[in-house]
């Protein structure tokens, strides 16, 4: 895999309505590799939760429902 880079690229800034930057992502997203998705979807998840989000296994647990 591709490094994914945490710097921003400052040429790629631009202005305008955001119905046509919605488009833009769109159509930029549509034709992404599944590869780049999952290193997007991965980055973020590394952002929001920790990197322990990406490199450990997912917490299994149990929930005990009563019957009546």
Not at 13 to 18: E, L, N, Q, R, T
Not at 30 to 55: D, H, V, W
């Amino acid at each position: 895999m591709a490094e994914f880079s945490t710097k921003m690229d400052r040429t790629r800034i631009s202005c305008g309505p955001a119905e046509k930057h919605d488009k833009e992502d769109r159509e930029y997203w549509q034709n992404a590799s599944y590869e780049e998705k999952l290193m997007t979807i991965t980055y973020l998840r590394e952002c929001f939760y920790g990197p322990k989000a990406t490199t450990g296994r997912l917490q299994r647990f149990y929930k005990v429902v009563k019957r009546k």
